[in-house]
């Protein structure tokens, strides 16, 4: 081959991997822009720009009476753009102003610390500067005041990203009952948890542009996607009431070394719970909510128990309350049951109950049902004690009783400790909810924590509670447990710190062993002290439990538990008006208190509360009735003219007269007893109207 035809070879074979090449090139640059140009394109998009989701105000929890529980508040992270002011002459005279006020005001950093990184990140053209995270609304508004952020958004570079803040404006008050909201906790928590899908809203859309530094900020003011509210819930909780019923807890757990503790108070023909408070010890001697031991604390219940057993008993006519029987001990294979207080000899079996002996019961259970014993455990299924109830509230321990097919069952020992609340698990909201029912003719119904769900004032849901079964057990036999709970605080061991002679109390007290672990009762001696009843006895209303383990100052239930359910019992019963109040009777010649003008229909509200009786109308404010009483007038006026304020408090009258135009002075103090225009009156919007009050 010669010499022009290898050149020649080379050149032919070079020009081809370079045709090869460009063609390959040209196939590369078709196929992004035609197959892979969207990726692409997105790909750079989210390198520079990106949709952030912004978190939706969360909506709130109100209690019962209307109180705010927890709620959502605007918080803000405060950042700067340094380039907004142009002129950097203006910059260096205002920036030490606006390093000394912010310093001042949060305290945080010296002056020339806020001076020194406001020049670096200017100089380093920041457009997106960090000033503070975590500010109030006030606290931003103040800001707005400060030297160059006065000048606003444009000018002055002040950057303010909204967020929000959870708050529970009672702070701790039922603050178990309400949960919280946290992304690391996979269970839900309280009522914040069980209704998160309805609390939560729906998120926004931001549009954010990549910056230097790898900070993202918003490119407009307003979100691209406005988050959507989260409704609000209306609990059954009443502020009042678990005020209350916390503080009589807390001090009891206090004056009894407890561990811990709850009480729970429940309406009876409703089942809404007005009050639920947990306390656990911290190891620094204050007392927290950290478990919510109502509905997930499973423990024998111990004597409470005895009420399920006297009512199967009664039910099945194996005694009557009149039925003798021998306390103190009962001797069963392996095992001696004994009374804690010792014999109180034969007795009858209301005695025994009142009297709370765990040898006559386990006597009368063991020799009723020895030959058929899972007649006994079916009344107790029949009642639905081994059931979850499907609480509002995630949570809830599964209760644990006992059947004859259940390989644990000891056919010698089980039957007999079922009897006085042992070799079973149930939550103390379990054993609330039976009560209630013996206090609600029979009707056993499910705890309500949740009344309904409102979206801007619509309501989108509501709930009501959930009928378990219509009647436990007879008339006859219900009867005779109510008398047998009011016995227990008349005559038996819940009267010395339960009883009240201004009211019926109905209950019965429960000391258990509590076991330790696998250890069993004879390792470390523990008990759980608890009381549980109704009130008032004769026309019930709510019904209510305490419960406290692990007391070092005495254990017996009476002591330990019964004086936190008398607290909260006679606290709550003085305080409703329906249940304690007689209407007021005026004796001889007296004088009508005097009364102020005001809403009518909530005049009215008032007089049908008091048993007053209105002038000129009867009790239903219908029919004329011209004999004495106390007058109401309501306050129209045509639009235009001046207002009646006459009669008045100040509040109202200022708000009428101002609401209807007219600048208003005040001479005096109380209600108003004379105005310088005559209501009715037309004068001109604007004009001064003197009031005279007295």
């Not at 899908?197 to 790898?214: C, F, H, P, T, V």
């Not at 006597?363 to 109830?389: C, I, P």
Request: hydrophobic residues 35%; aromatic residues 10%; glycine residues 8%.
């Amino acid at each position: 081959m010669g010499i022009r035809t290898n050149i020649l070879l080379r050149v032919y074979l070079a020009f081809g991997l370079i045709l090869l090449f460009a063609g390959a090139v040209l196939f590369q640059l078709c196929r992004v822009q035609l197959t892979q140009g969207e990726k692409w394109k997105a790909m750079a998009r989210n390198l520079s720009t990106r949709y952030r989701n912004i978190e939706a105000a969360r909506g709130n929890i109100f209690s019962n009476d209307g109180s705010l529980l927890a709620t959502s508040v605007p918080e803000y992270e405060v950042r700067m753009d340094m380039l907004a002011v142009a002129d950097d002459k203006l910059f260096d005279e205002k920036v030490d102003s606006l390093a000394q006020k912010l310093s001042a005001f949060f305290g945080d950093k010296s002056a020339r610390e806020y001076s020194r990184m406001f020049r670096d990140a200017r100089k380093d053209s920041s457009r997106y500067q960090l000033v503070r995270r975590r500010v109030t609304y006030n606290e931003l508004k103040e800001m707005r005041t400060f030297p160059i952020f006065k000048m606003g958004k444009n000018k002055g570079g002040l950057i303010a990203v909204q967020q929000n803040k959870r708050i529970l404006p009672f702070r701790a008050l039922a603050a178990r009952t309400i949960g919280y909201k946290n992304e690391n906790v996979k269970n839900p928590v309280g009522l914040e948890g069980a209704y998160a899908d309805y609390i939560n809203g729906e998120s926004g859309k931001r549009l954010e542009s990549r910056m230097a530094g790898g900070v993202w900020m918003p490119v407009n003011d307003d979100d691209e996607v406005a988050p959507k509210d989260g409704a609000d819930i209306i609990s059954t909780i009443d502020v009042n009431m678990q005020d209350l019923v916390q503080n009589a807890l807390q001090k009891q757990l206090i004056y009894t070394k407890a561990d811990h503790g709850t009480a729970i108070l429940m309406e009876v023909a409703t089942g809404e719970v007005r009050a639920v408070a947990n306390y656990t010890r911290m190891p620094d001697g204050s007392f927290k909510e950290k478990f919510n031991y109502a509905i997930a604390g499973n423990q024998d219940p111990g004597s409470t128990f005895k009420l399920a057993s006297y009512m199967a008993l009664i039910e099945d006519h194996k005694v009557d309350t009149s039925t003798m029987v021998n306390t103190g001990e009962y001797p069963i294979p392996g095992h001696t049951i004994k009374d804690s207080h010792g014999s109180i000899g034969r007795v009858s079996v209301k005695k025994a109950f009142e009297k709370s002996s765990n040898a006559a019961v386990a006597y009368l259970v063991n020799t009723s049902y020895r030959d058929n014993q899972a007649k006994f455990t079916d009344h107790l299924y029949d009642w639905h004690l081994n059931e979850k109830m499907n609480l509002q509230i995630p949570g809830e321990a599964r209760p644990v009783v006992k059947n004859p097919s259940n390989r644990s069952w000891n056919k010698n020992m089980t039957l007999p400790q079922m009897a006085y609340g042992y070799e079973m698990q149930l939550t103390p909201l379990k054993m609330l909810t039976f009560y209630n029912a013996v206090a609600n003719d029979g009707k056993l119904i499910t705890p309500v924590f949740v009344k309904e769900i409102r979206r801007l004032g619509n309501t989108v849901e509501r709930f009501q509670t959930r009928v378990v079964n219509d009647k436990i057990c007879s008339d006859v036999t219900l009867k005779k447990m109510r008398e047998m709970l009011e016995g227990v605080v008349l005559e038996g061991s819940g009267r010395e710190y339960v009883y009240n002679p201004l009211y019926k109390i109905a209950g019965k007290t429960g000391t258990a062993q509590v076991a330790d672990a696998n250890k069993g009762y004879k390792a470390k001696k523990q008990y759980q002290a608890s009381f549980c009843g109704y009130f008032p006895a004769d026309r019930p209303k709510y019904s209510l439990i305490v419960v406290i383990n692990d007391p070092k100052n005495g254990y017996y239930a009476a002591s330990v538990a019964g004086p936190a359910f008398r607290e909260i019992a006679d606290k709550v019963y003085a305080g409703d008006m329906e249940l304690n109040q007689s209407p007021i009777r005026y004796v001889g010649n007296t004088t009508l208190p005097k009364y102020k003008q005001g809403n009518v229909k909530a005049l009215k509200k008032v007089y049908e509360k008091l048993s007053l009786k209105p002038l000129y109308a009867s009790a239903n404010l219908n029919s004329v009735d011209t004999s004495n009483g106390i007058g109401f007038e309501d306050n129209k006026y045509k639009t235009g003219t001046v207002p009646n304020v006459t009669g008045m408090g100040l509040s109202d009258a200022l708000f009428a007269l101002g609401n209807a135009g007219y600048k208003v002075s005040v001479k005096g103090s109380g209600s108003v007893i004379n105005q310088s225009v005559t209501g009715g009156s037309a004068i001109p919007k604007g004009s001064k109207i003197l009031i005279e009050l007295q």
